[in-house]
């Protein structure tokens, strides 16, 4: 077995003769590992990702590298950051069945996991910039953070449970510390590692300006440290899921943490509503309009169906020491309101955490293509500065767009708005 200093990453080259002799690998791809068709595709800001095809099938092979990718080796990150994942992925797979990949092998000291290869799904993000719909992609995206949400925490685990997974994912330090920065703090400051679009400055520089704002979300940031509700999926962006049109799949946890429940769902949204925003530059004025109303359905139903599994699992999965049956239904009293009212507060932090992604993925150090790819930066700068400025609108007032209707409209107004 490897130890830590034998740690070699993988190539094109290499990769055949190293899984070759690993059963779980082999029995699934087939035939001499010699002959395998072996394609490096990681696109992500991260790591080596590989899809392996031999005579029986295909796997996908995912290997950390001790740096950050999208940087360098100027940015070194632990190879650990592969065991917090595949933990991830473990549990995922027993509280929301059958949505992340399965996974057949894991090497700790070689920070690599081998998985399902999901075929013939695409990255959503892709679909959402061609225009492609994806049935029920709302509904699949809020039962996964209905169901992660509620069966990671002590609503559903037995205290001792959680209280030593809490400290097992206690020693991933390095990943939430990218979070703590880049999408909480960096995006609200001229940080060395931030760019943005040189015509939205003047909406940036006022952003920046905005000192309630930025209290907000160090508000929201102190929230995201100190909260250990649940196992967070932590980085659920389009990127994140992979989609054909009738199939849902949530991939890559590895900014996995303990922390709100609303953390997941907001950064969903706010993925959706980053997709709503730069329609204008991808689709022709005829189907504009159409696909637009669309992806705003897809965030109703998101959070609608995030609060209707999180009310079942309310009645039937609640056997944590929080909300007890003892001291409600056993005492003749409904756990309803507790429900209503608790899923009131998942609903308004999660609409700030979406106001903190939207603006992080235009302001910070890793953009979403939905925006990057739109060669006109001026038309970029407008449809940006529209997104910008929802999302502050969110984090200062996330109360006032709980209903999922005013916060359709407020997504429309600012749609329509001249902002440059
Ligand atoms: C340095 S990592 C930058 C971003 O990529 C990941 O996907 C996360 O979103 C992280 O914030
Ligand atoms: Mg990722």
Known sequence: MANEQTYQALAVDTLGQRLGGVEAVARRVGGDPAQWQIREVGDGNLNLVFIVTGSTGSVVVKQALPYVRMVGESWPLPLYRAHFEYYALVRQAK????????????????????????????????????GERVARLGEAIGEFCARTAFRGSELSMASPDKKADVGLFSGNVAIPAITESLVFTDPYYGAEMNRHTPELSPVVDELRRNARLKAKVQRLLMKFTANTETMLHGDLHSGSIMATDTSVRVIDPEFSQYGPMAFDLGMAVANFFMAYFSQPAHRKEGDLEEYQAWILSVITDCFTRFDEEFRHLWQTERTGILFP???????????????????DEIREDALAYCGIEMHRRVLSLAHNADFEEIEDTALRA???????????????????????????????????????
Do not use: W
């Open 95 to 130: 509280r929301a069945p059958g949505v992340a990949p399965e996974v057949y092998h894991f090497d700790k000291p070689q920070a690599l996991i081998v998985m399902e290869y999901l075929h013939p799904h695409v990255i959503l993000r892709r679909k959402l910039i061609s």
């Open 325 to 343: 049956r003892a001291l409600f239904e056993e005492q003749g009293n409904s756990a309803d309101d507790a429900c209503d009212a608790l899923l």
């Open 382 to 420: 407008k449809l940006e500065a529209r997104n910008v400025l929802m999302g502050q609108a969110l984090i200062m007032e996330p109360e006032a767009y709980c209903d999922l209707n005013a916060l359709a409209e407020l997504a429309k107004t600012f749609n329509q708005k001249a902002v440059m």
